[in-house]
């Protein structure tokens, strides 16, 4: 079994952000041509895009928990296993958030003028955007607590 330092977890985590964000933009790029194949939507191509990347969220989320937890424990670090926690949650909020939002978008472009539609798009992206600021904060607060390492 190879043997990790904090260092070397902490440069783990963020190459795991790192996927996460294109694992985030492969969605949306479905999400994109899914849209475009309407009236006719391509419901099972879709299906496997968002079952994949499903599958890699799931995957990083993982073994994110697993740096986590060795902070926690093993490292005695908690400070810095609570930033890792907070950036889980948050991260799991925006899953949730974006997955409310590109329905919401599909809705929308089957019936172009309904307001309650576009307020509800108004509203999911406001609230993405107050997600994606405690990922900031939560990574900003990971980066002065790893200061030391």
Avoid at 18 to 33: M, P, Q
Avoid at 64 to 90: H, M, P, S, W
Wanted: proline share 1%; charged share 35%.
């Amino acid at each position: 079994m190879k043997v990790e330092g904090p260092k070397t977890m902490i440069h783990e985590f963020y190459s795991l952000q790192e996927e996460r964000v294109r694992v985030y933009h492969l969605l949306d790029e479905g999400h994109t041509a899914y849209l475009g194949t309407s009236s006719d939507y391509d419901f099972v191509a879709y299906r496997q895009i968002v079952h994949d990347r499903t599958e890699d969220f799931k995957r990083i989320s993982q073994r994110i928990i697993g740096i986590e937890t060795a902070f926690r424990e093993q490292y005695q670090n908690v400070a810095i296993a609570d930033c890792l926690k907070k950036v889980q949650e948050a991260e799991q909020d925006k899953l949730e958030k974006t997955a409310a939002l590109q329905l919401t978008k599909q809705r929308l472009q089957d019936a172009p003028g309904n307001e309650e539609h576009k307020r509800e798009l108004s509203d999911l992206k406001h609230r993405l955007a107050g997600v994606m600021e405690r990922i900031t904060d939560a990574m900003e607060d990971l980066k002065y607590e790893t200061d030391g390492l």
